[in-house]
């Protein structure tokens, strides 16, 4: 079987496809896994737990709490007492899952860009770039938000891409334990700092278009542009999928990570749940594979299994999401300090809050709400 892509999803599902037994080849177009960089880099504990890695030089720095600012300037502080989530390196963090996929057994080839696939009744042959195939029972495409394969063989798109982008540069960070979410800047999702140290940070956003330039609007914002300290060192862009695609699995071919739509509506992340569904996936298609039954039916259990492990959370954040999308900024900053006025709400935010799975947040926090939940859920309901 092969698995297109050494991303995160890609090289989980290849490890537990070569764990199962499966002869395992992952395709890398590539020269060096890691590169591009597409990705804001904040890891939540769950997500790096999923990812079965001991700590390395791949974490850079703890995050224990965020500040979250309103389009008019009111702000919600939390801060938790130990950290719950981490800045990496996703170059490095990508080679240490690349690296545990190759020590269970799978090969991985780089510089091996898949441009078309065929399939057949007993499986599948990947078209590469330059010439030459190779024959697989069941693909995985972890291509990412382009997903060009997988569109090919019928999985369809993710319901909705936002146009992200970020920056590196020299700044002047207020606590390099707390990120900063910076609502409303852009339709689609928010802005963000994410602190590399007290000097230096990574702003980005994403939107519903045009990420570059409502980037570059940002950074002449006062609140950050009195902070930047020198010109940016780097920069990424690339898209957001959000909202899963109606169906993960067709004859002979997955869709996991980015490529499925497997992204958290309410932050954009998509290393946990794409690790998790990676695990489901490379079980399934070394089973189908080694069955010799690549058929749409065998590999649906993956779609079921995905979906109960993920769906409710999913659904749940894109629910939120179309909220916050409708909300005007005047409702941003009441929802804002309607939170931010109630000491216990900030209590359950530092002792409950969680990245990864935000449902189990809203359940905590209702008790803490009394009369305020009436003017909370008037203002979701309106949303």
């Not at 919600?76 to 990496?88: E, I, M, N, S």
């Not at 999985?155 to 390099?176: K, T």
Request: hydrophobic share 45%; glycine share 14%.
């Amino acid at each position: 079987m092969a698995v297109i892509g050494a991303g995160p999803a890609g090289s989980m599902a290849a490890r537990y496809a070569a764990r199962a037994g499966a002869s395992t080849v992952i395709l890398e177009e590539h020269p060096a896994v890691g590169w591009p960089v597409q990705c804001a880099g904040l890891l939540g504990s769950e997500a790096l737990a999923e990812s079965q890695l001991s700590p390395g030089p791949f974490l850079l720095q703890g995050m224990k709490g965020a500040s979250v600012i309103s389009p008019g300037g009111l702000t919600l502080d939390f801060k938790a007492g130990d950290c719950r989530a981490w800045v990496v390196d996703r170059r490095l963090f990508d080679r240490a899952l690349a690296a545990s996929a190759v020590r269970e057994g799978a090969v991985l080839q780089l510089c091996s860009a898949a441009r078309t696939i065929s399939r057949d009744g007993k499986g599948c042959t990947i078209h590469l770039e330059g010439g030459g195939g190779l024959r697989a029972a069941v693909v995985i495409s972890a291509e990412g938000v382009q997903s060009k394969l997988a569109r090919m063989a019928g999985i369809p798109p993710p319901r909705m891409i936002l146009s992200g982008a970020q920056v590196e540069a020299p700044f002047r960070v207020r606590d390099p334990e707390k990120v900063e979410v910076h609502l409303g800047q852009a339709p689609g999702l928010f802005a963000w700092v994410i602190p590399l140290g007290e000097e230096r940070a990574r702003i980005g956003l994403a939107a519903l278009d045009r990420g570059c330039e409502r980037l570059r609007a940002f950074l002449k914002r006062p609140a950050i542009a009195d902070r930047l300290s020198g010109s940016a060192v780097a920069i990424n862009v690339g898209g957001l999928p959000i909202g899963p695609a109606a169906a993960t699995a067709v004859q002979g071919l997955l869709a996991v990570g980015d490529a499925a739509g497997q992204v958290k509506p309410t932050s954009g992340g998509g290393i946990f749940p794409g690790l998790v569904a990676a695990k489901i996936a490379g079980g399934v298609a070394a089973a189908a594979s080694l069955e010799g039954d690549p058929s749409a039916g065998r590999l649906a259990e993956y779609d079921r299994l995905w979906r109960a492990a993920l769906g409710r959370e999913l659904e749940t954040g894109m629910r939120l999401h179309r909220v916050l999308m409708r909300m005007s900024h005047a409702e941003i900053d009441e929802l804002v300090g309607c939170i931010a006025a109630r000491p216990g709400l900030i209590k359950a935010i530092e002792e409950y809050g969680d990245i990864d799975r935000p449902s189990r947040l809203m359940l905590r926090m209702l008790p803490h709400l009394g009369l305020d939940a009436i003017r909370l859920a008037r203002l979701l309901w309106y949303g």
